[in-house]
């Protein structure tokens, strides 16, 4: 399985990005996907996920500002960002597993991961 990110960059607060992590190597669509992110110096955290039911969380600090949401003809997972704060720079990552056995938002729960791409928010 790969997972390769795309579209990060720096913006300005207020401003939107939208992230894409394009999926290989799956035999079937019975996958979950989520995207987590890692500030410097600080624990790598979950953000959103999707199962392959189309079951979503989302953390309480991206609700109502970010979206998580999947093409899956294309077999690629997208994060919609707006409302973007200075807070919410950090390297993003997807992840994915065949096999959701813990809570979605938690980075043990996850086997395969991309190398990430950076946001950068600005005041």
């Known amino acids: 399985v790969q997972l390769v990110e795309s579209g990060g960059g720096s913006v300005q607060a207020g401003g939107s990005l939208t992230l894409s992590c394009a999926v290989s190597?799956?035999?079937?669509?019975?996958?979950?996907m989520a995207w987590f992110r890692q500030a410097p110096g600080a624990e790598r955290e979950g953000v959103a996920s999707?199962?392959?039911?189309?079951?979503?969380f989302s953390a309480d600090s991206v609700k109502g500002r970010f979206t998580i949401s999947k093409d899956v003809a294309k077999n690629i997972l997208y994060l919609q960002m707006n409302s973007l704060k200075p807070e919410d720079t950090a390297m993003y990552y997807c992840?994915?597993?065949?096999?959701?056995?813990?809570?979605?938002?938690?980075?043990?729960?996850?086997?395969?991961w991309g190398q990430g791409t950076q946001v950068t928010v600005s005041s």
């Open positions: 992840a994915s597993t065949e096999f959701l056995g813990g809570h979605p938002l938690v980075r043990a729960t996850y086997k395969n």
């Open positions: 190597g799956y035999t079937s669509s019975r996958y979950s």
């Open positions: 999707l199962d392959w039911n189309g079951g979503s």
